[in-house]
Each structure stands twice: as structure tokens, then as C-alpha cells.
Antibody
Framework: EVQLVESGGGLVQPGGSLRLSCAASGFTFSNYWMTWVRQAPGKGLEWVANIKQDGSEKYYVDSVKGRFTISRDNAKNSLYLQMNSLRAEDTAVYFC???????????????WGQGTMVTVSS | EIVLTQSPGTLSLSPGERATLSCRASQSVSSSYLGWYQQKPGQAPRLLTHGASTRATGIPDRFSGSGSGTDFTLTISRLEPEDFAVYYCQQYGGSPWTFGQGTKVEIK
């Protein structure tokens, strides 16, 4: 079964750090771009970061640049998000997702994890 | 940044009715780089379309997408009970990738 499972969320104080993990199974992880998307409580979706198959390219939304780092370990079929200098506005459910291109090169996040909650509060 | 504005915010319809959801971009987006997602409460989003009009694997044909440039539409031809959810459009054409704010389709 194709699956993504996130872990590592929790309660952290403002200014603190947290590392999220996403374990992939059921597909060849190293063949895909991967992404993190977040959703604040009661709000919409926000793309956070992407990473290329070999980790050589990474892209971030401006609001997390310099604070968050996306990485991956293809040998462990795992995706990570290191979050530093956390702020209250980073409070959200964080989803990892697989970026899939169809036969015509059109992208889409076709596999999602169940999400992990990050709460930044004192 | 490309801003996606979805309308209406909420659509109140009955099962069997047709739903028409709009997504308007602040600048032109290639139809290959505009997609739609469905999200139910407590669940992860589900990919509905690759590009503006190509259904993703396993998506029923009552879902159809269309549009080009700055105006895109998702149509659900006959609402089934499981279709009541929030729908998001997303663009992959400009950095950063952005989502619309969502349209909630609720039971009337």
C-alpha cells in the first residue's frame, strides 16, 4: 500500500525547534519530488516547501525561509522538516505529500499523509 | 505571488444537484499548472485533477474541470452525499505555489 506517515508534531514554545518526519512506503521514494503543506486550525492550505528527488533543489514559501529546512534520506525512505525559531503563526497541521507528474507533465500532490499537529504556544 | 480567489465561499445544494465552483487567478496560469483538491473534515486533501481538466486516478467522471488564463471552474454534475466537502484550487505555475481559500459545498 502506498503510504505516507508523519510524526514529530507537538507543543513547543515560541522560539523553539521541532523536527517533523514523514515515512514513505509502497513506492520508490527516491523517484519523486516531495513537499510539505500546512493548514492552520480552521484555515486553508498553504504550501511550505518542496525538495527534488536527490535533494539538490529545495524551495520554500517566504514566511519560512531561513527558519525551516526540508531534507530527505532516500536510504530510509524518509522526508524531514526541521523547524527553528517557531512562531505562533506556524501553528498548523503539517502534511507531507508526494508530487506526481502525469503522462503529460501536469503536477499534482497525489499521495498525502494524515498530518501531524504543531502547536506553538507558551 | 499569484493569488487564487475562489467563489462562492459556501455553496448550499442538495444531493443530485449540480455544483459549479470558480477559481480566479490574479495573473495568468497555464491550465497545466492549475489543479483541484477535495478535503473532508479531519482528513488530508485528495487530488481531483492534474491540470485544470484531467481527472486524477480514481476520480469519478461527475467531476470535471475547465478553464484557462485566469478563470477556472470545477463542476460536479450530480452531487453525491460523499461530495459534500471543501474544495481548493492550487497553482503550480508561479513561485510560491499557492492555494485558493476554498469553497465549502454543504448540504442544503
Amino acid at each position: 500500500e502506498v503510504q505516507l506517515v508523519e510524526s514529530g508534531g507537538g507543543l513547543v514554545q515560541p522560539g523553539g525547534s521541532l523536527r517533523l518526519s514523514c515515512a514513505a512506503s509502497g513506492f520508490t521514494f527516491s523517484n519523486y519530488w516531495m513537499t510539505w503543506v500546512r493548514q492552520a486550525p480552521g484555515k486553508g492550505l498553504e504550501w511550505v516547501a518542496n525538495i527534488k528527488q536527490d535533494g539538490s533543489e529545495k524551495y520554500y514559501v517566504d514566511s519560512v525561509k531561513g527558519r525551516f529546512t526540508i531534507s530527505r534520506d532516500n536510504a530510509k525512505n524518509s522526508l524531514y522538516l526541521q523547524m527553528n525559531s517557531l512562531r505562533a503563526e506556524d501553528t498548523a497541521v503539517y502534511f507531507c505529500a508526494r508530487l506526481h507528474y502525469d503522462s503529460s507533465g501536469r503536477p499534482g500532490f497525489d499521495i498525502w499523509g494524515q498530518g501531524t499537529m504543531v502547536t506553538v504556544s507558551s | 505571488e499569484i493569488v487564487l480567489t475562489q467563489s462562492p465561499g459556501t455553496l448550499s445544494l442538495s444531493p443530485g444537484e449540480r455544483a459549479t465552483l470558480s477559481c480566479r487567478a490574479s495573473q495568468s496560469v497555464s491550465s497545466s499548472y492549475l489543479g483541484w483538491y477535495q478535503q473532508k473534515p479531519g482528513q488530508a486533501p485528495r487530488l481531483l485533477t492534474h491540470g485544470a481538466s484531467t481527472r486524477a486516478t480514481g476520480i469519478p467522471d461527475r467531476f470535471s474541470g475547465s478553464g484557462s488564463g485566469t478563470d477556472f471552474t470545477l463542476t460536479i454534475s450530480r452531487l453525491e452525499p460523499e461530495d459534500f466537502a471543501v474544495y481548493y484550487c492550487q497553482q503550480y505555475g508561479g513561485s510560491p505555489w499557492t492555494f485558493g481559500q476554498g469553497t465549502k459545498v454543504e448540504i442544503k
